[in-house]
C-alpha cells in the first residue's frame, strides 16, 4: 500500500500495517511488491516560463509528437524534446483553461478564447480557427441555444437587410458576427444598435406570419400552438382578437409559421379545421392574409461565440464529436451528427446532432470522457451513455443514466484501463469509476486515495500510465498544486483494492506530468542561478539524478565536443568534454555518477565548468541529487498463546536490499551508512551494487521506534523487504 496516512497506526488488523508505509518519499512500487528509488529525470528542453498542457498528438499510426501550450503559442516537440513547429498566431492569451482534444489527425484546442486546430497531414502543417460546416442554402451546421427564452424578437422584414428588435435588453456589441435564428431561420448579424435591436442579413427568407378568419376563437390562447388538421400547416399563436367590427369583423388570430410556409388551406371548397391545445375551430374561406413578420419567442443564438462563451470539454465517442462545460448553459451538452465532427445540424434522423440539457437539478457538465462506454462527470454526480453494445447513439436514444452522485473538479479526467480516474469536487480526493461487473449498475465509483489523502494537494493535473512503456510498472501521477506529485501504482486493474501512493519531489516544482512517447515527461519549474526557469524533462529508468543529461565523454577537458568536425549540440544547446550541459545548471550543487561512482557536489560556475573536475572517461551522468526514503511502520502488538496481547519491543531492524549502492539507515538517533565499499574492494575502482540483508540493532526508544532508510546520495536503492526484530 506504499505510503499510508499517519493515523493508521491505528489499525488492528497487523496485516494490513504489513503492507503499508509510513513514508515512501521519492519510491515506487515494482510489480514484484520491492520498492526501489524513482527513476531521475533527464534534461530535454528549456521551455517558456508560461509553458503547460503536456499531450500527445497521433495524427496517425505511424507518427507521434508532443505538444505543451504556452500563453502565446502552440509548441510541438520531437522524440528529443526538440522544438519542430511553433504555431505563433494563436488566439489565448494564457495556457490556463486550455483544453486539448484529437479527432482523428486533427487536434481542436479550446478555451474560453474559442476553438483552435492543428492537423499533421503527409509532413504539412496547418492551423486556424475551428468551424462548423456549410449547411443548406448558406446557413451553418452548427448548435443553437434559446439563452432568453422569455424574451420576443420581432423581425422588420423576411429577406435582405433587416431590422431585429427585442423586448428586454439582450444584444451586446458581440453578437456582430454572429448568427441568430428566427423560427429557425438564420439571420446573420452585421450591426448593433442598441441593447434591444440589432441589424442583419436574412440568410433565407424568414418564415411568414399571417391573420387568420376563424369561426371561433374561444379556446386559443396567445402563446399556443396551432395546427391544420388537413395540410399540416403548423404556427404559434401571437394575438387572439375577437369579432369586434372593422379589421377584426371575424373572430381572428395572428400567427408566425413553424412549418409549411404557405399556411392552412382556407379556399372556399377546402377551408380547415385549425386545433390547439385547448380547442378547434374551422377556418373561414378567405380567411388568411399574410402580414408583417410577428414578434415570437421561438428565436435562439450561437450556442458557441464570444457572446455566450465557448465550452470548456471536449472529446470523440462513437464517431461523434461532444462538447460540454458551456459557461451559459452548463447543463447541456452538444453532440455532432454522425456524418461529421463539425456537423451539429439537428433533426429527427438517427445520424443528426443532439443538443440538450441533461441530469436532475442542472448539473455543470464538467468533462466528457470515451471509455468505451461515454462517461459524463458533473459537479452533482457521474453519467454513463452505453456504447459497448455497439449501439449507435441517435437523437432517440441519447440518453445518460446517473450512476454516481459524487461530484467532480475542474481537472481534466484521465483514462485508464477501463476506467477513468479524477478528481471528487472537493480537490481532496481521488476516485475512479470503472466498471464493476454488475448487470444492473455496470460502472461504480471507488476511492483511489482513502488511506493517503494527505498526499493529494489541491490537484492541478491527473497523468494516467504510459501504456507503451517497455517496463511492466504503470503509474498513475497526480501534479498538486505545490508542485509535488502523488504517485499511485498498481498491479493489473484499479478494480483491486491495493493501491500503492507514494510522494515524488524534486529541487523545483512540477508543473504537468503526461504520458508521451511511452515515457513520463514532465514540465518542472526550477531555479537556476537564482533565475527561474521551466525545463522539459523525461522520467528515465536508469537515471540517478534529476535534470541530467547522459554522453560519452573524453576526459576533463572544456572543449566542445565535435562530431564530423562540427559543434555537438543537443537542442541549440552545447555539450562539453567535461561537463555535459553543466551551463544549464550554473551556480548549482550537482553531483556526477559513472556507473556505481558517486562524485560530488560540485558547483558548476556560470560558463557551465567545474573546478577540480574528476578526470572521467566513459558514460556519465550528471545533475542535482534528490532524496529517497522509507520509513516502515512499528509493530504495534504480539499475539502470544501464553501471554495473550502485550505491547512489543522492536530490537532489531532488517532491511533487505538489490543491486543497490550507498545508503543510510536511521534507527532513532542512531545513523548507519551502509553499500558502498566494504572490506576487500579495491578503492580506486567504483563500489559494487550490493544484493544483502542489514540487521541494524535499535537503541533508545524501541516502542514505537523511528526507523528509516534513505537515499542521500544519486546512488540505486531497490528494497525487498522490510523486517523488525521484537520481544515483549
Known sequence: MMEVREDFLGRTDSDMLKLALKGARNMRSLATGAIEARPGTAFRANTPLTSNKLVEYKPDEDTTFGIYVTDSSLVVFDHSGAAIKTFAAVPWSSAEGVYVTPIGPTLLIGGSFGIYYIRYDDGEWEGGTWSFADGTGGEIAQPYWAFNPKVKIQPSG???????????????????????????????????????????????????????????????????????????????????????????????????????????????????????????????????????????????????????GWPQAATVAGQRLFFTDFPKVPSAIAVSSARGFDDFGIGLEDDDAIVREIGDGKPRLKHVVNSGDLLIFSDKGSYVVFLREQVAITPSNFSPILFDDRGASDVKPVRVNDGVVFVESNNEQVSVAILSGNVQLRWQVRSLTAASNHLINSPINLCGPAVESATPEKYLIIVNSDGTLAALSYNESLDEQVIGAAPWDTLGEFVDVAPVFGKYWALVDRTIDGNPVRYLETFEDGFLVDCGMEVETLGNSYDQLETNGSDFEVNGNPLYVGVPHAIRLAGEDVYIVEGSRIQGPFTVNSDGTITDLPDIIGTRQIGLNFQAEVRPWPVEMLDSARAGTFDERCITFIVAVQNSGEFTVRANNDSRPLGGYDFGDILGEAPPLRTKEYRIPVFGRRTYPELAVVKEKPAKLRVLYLAQEVQG
Open 158 to 308: 423576411k429577406t435582405g437587410t433587416i431590422t431585429i428588435t427585442a423586448t428586454e435588453d439582450v444584444f451586446t456589441a458581440s453578437h456582430v458576427g454572429t448568427r441568430i435564428r428566427y423560427l429557425n431561420r438564420e439571420i446573420a448579424i452585421t450591426e448593433y444598435i442598441a441593447a434591444n435591436t440589432l441589424r442583419g442579413t436574412v440568410i433565407n427568407a424568414l418564415p411568414p406570419s399571417y391573420r387568420l378568419s376563424i369561426n371561433d376563437s374561444s379556446g386559443f390562447r396567445v402563446g399556443d400552438a396551432v395546427i391544420g388538421n388537413d395540410s399540416n400547416w403548423q404556427g404559434r399563436v401571437t394575438a387572439v382578437y375577437k369579432a369586434s367590427g372593422g379589421l377584426f369583423a371575424k373572430d381572428t388570430l395572428e400567427v408566425v409559421t413553424l412549418h409549411r410556409f404557405e399556411g392552412p388551406e382556407t379556399a372556399a371548397t377546402i377551408a380547415e379545421e385549425l386545433s390547439s391545445p385547448n380547442n378547434s375551430s374551422k377556418l373561414i374561406a378567405g380567411g388568411k392574409t399574410e402580414i408583417a413578420p410577428q414578434p415570437t419567442d421561438v428565436w435562439d443564438e450561437q450556442m458557441m461565440s464570444a457572446v455566450h
